[in-house]
């Protein structure tokens, strides 16, 4: 499976972002999708997870009501929408795929938990 990750940038606090993620190698409809990030010096950290249909999602505290993760399975895409930005959001964002089952909230919150990485999108909040 071969990820690749688009739409970052440089953005000012409250501002928007959407960051996309082209799957291809295998039936998109069968990987678990996720985002995660990681800020200079910091661990990776998980930010979102899909299901394969879509159904179930689950956000980190730190960016629910903000953040929102969708897929279009047409399109072999997972997208992150990104509102109200802020500067401590800004880090490399990372899209990821599990051939696991979703298992509901506590899935797929650790980089273990994932079997492909896209090579990640730089975004940079500004105050």
């Known amino acids: ?8 940038g440089l953005v000012q606090a409250g501002g928007s972002l959407t960051l996309s993620c082209a799957a291809s190698g295998r039936t998109f409809s069968t990987l678990v999708m996720g985002w995660f990030r990681q800020a200079p010096g910091k661990e990776r950290e998980f930010v979102a997870v899909i299901s394969r249909r879509g159904v179930n999602k689950y956000h980190a505290d730190s960016v629910k009501g903000r953040f929102t993760i969708s897929r279009d399975n047409a399109k072999n895409t997972v997208y992150l929408q990104m509102n109200s930005l802020k500067p401590e959001d800004t880090a490399v964002y990372f899209c990821a795929a599990s051939l696991r089952l979703y298992m509901g909230t506590s899935s797929h919150k650790t980089t273990g938990e ?14």
């Open 114 to 127: 994932y079997d492909y990485w896209g090579q990640g999108t730089l975004v940079t909040v500004s105050s």
């Open 1 to 8: 499976v071969q990820l690749q990750a688009s739409g970052g």
